[in-house]
Nanobody, 124 residues
């Protein structure tokens, strides 16, 4: 049994920062990678960032690259997303996810576990 719980979302003005957390519980030993995705109303789920569990190798989508930083705490089974220089187009529900293999890290269909999501709203 695996559970992922996101937290840290909220309302910020453009240019502000937020730090999202995702705490994993249960049998997490098989995790190969964890990632963040986001979905705005009427739009497809979009890859944001991912990190491999053992090596800490990071991957970013083009739009948040240079503004967002993904990191993880292996002991606490927690992944973070530090978001800076936020823009209104970053507004979305942000989901964390975990997968048991190390391939196709940017494809949401290849992830095995999902959190409930946390709302991030960036005002202009």
């Amino acid at each position: 049994q695996v559970q992922l719980v996101e937290s840290g979302g909220g309302l910020v003005q453009a240019g502000g920062s937020l730090r999202l957390s995702c705490a994993a519980s249960g049998r997490t030993n098989s995790f190969a990678a964890m990632g963040w995705f986001r979905q705005a109303p009427g739009k497809e789920r979009e890859f944001v960032a991912a990190i491999t569990w053992s090596g800490g190798v990071t991957y970013y989508a083009d739009s948040p690259k240079g503004r967002f930083t993904i990191s993880r705490d292996n002991v606490k089974n927690t992944v973070f997303l530090q978001m800076s220089s936020l823009k209104p187009e970053d507004t979305a529900v942000y989901y964390c996810a975990a997968k048991n293999d190390g391939d196709f890290l940017t494809y949401y269909r290849r992830y095995d576990y999902w959190g409930q999501g946390t709302q991030v709203t960036v005002s202009s």
